[in-house]
């Protein structure tokens, strides 16, 4: 792996319970994971739409191996009290996020203010942690070629909420279960 991991700077301090892994520990798994050619090999790729392998993630986590079509995203979510990583092993990634702490619960539109966007491109090897309601969507913007990659969280998914934006209109749409998540 050539390049330098792009690393959150909330590495290390998050932990979600204190039993479970840090983000730091996520981090290294999913970064290890998306080194492991044989493994990133073994994930059935469809041009048609995203596909998607659980891993045994490290202390309890879930992680989840992904393929990303050219122009597969997720749209704007977050995994409510879950911390997580991800790392892209193949192809490019392209992260949009906000730097904000949402209110959790109780709200259905919210006006963000200016400057709260950030953007991150995650080739082959980069990765990122991130802590509690972290927003954002993750995008393969290229259009011919495939990416992968590998995703670890704790707790297990217990939420997804998603949502809509509208220039700086947040507006929460829904919330899932794991069942429902791709
Ligand atoms: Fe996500």
Redo the contacts with the bound molecule.
């Keep these: 792996m050539a390049s330098a991991p792009a690393v959150s700077a909330r590495v290390g301090s998050a932990r979600a319970g204190s039993s479970g892994p840090t983000v730091a520990e996520l981090l290294d798994f999913v970064r290890r994971a998306a080194e492991d050619a044989a493994l990133i090999a073994s994930l059935p790729l469809d041009p048609e739409g995203r596909t998607w392998v659980r891993l045994d993630g490290p202390g309890g986590s879930e992680a989840w191996l992904i393929g990303w079509p050219p122009g597969a995203g997720?749209g704007w979510?977050d995994?409510a009290d879950s911390v997580g990583a991800f790392t892209t092993a193949s192809g490019t990634l392209k992260e949009h996020s906000l730097a904000v702490r949402l209110p959790t619960d109780g709200w259905k539109t919210l006006e963000l203010n200016e400057g709260v966007d950030r953007s991150r491109e995650l080739a082959a090897g980069q990765g990122r942690a991130f802590g509690q309601n972290h927003v954002?969507e993750?995008l393969n913007e290229s259009d011919s070629v495939h990416a992968v990659s590998v995703h670890a969280y704790y707790p297990p998914l217990p939420r997804i909420r998603r949502f809509s934006r509208t220039g700086a209109v947040l507006r929460l749409e829904q919330t899932e279960r794991p069942e429902d998540w791709q």
């Design positions: 997720t979510h995994h954002h993750v």
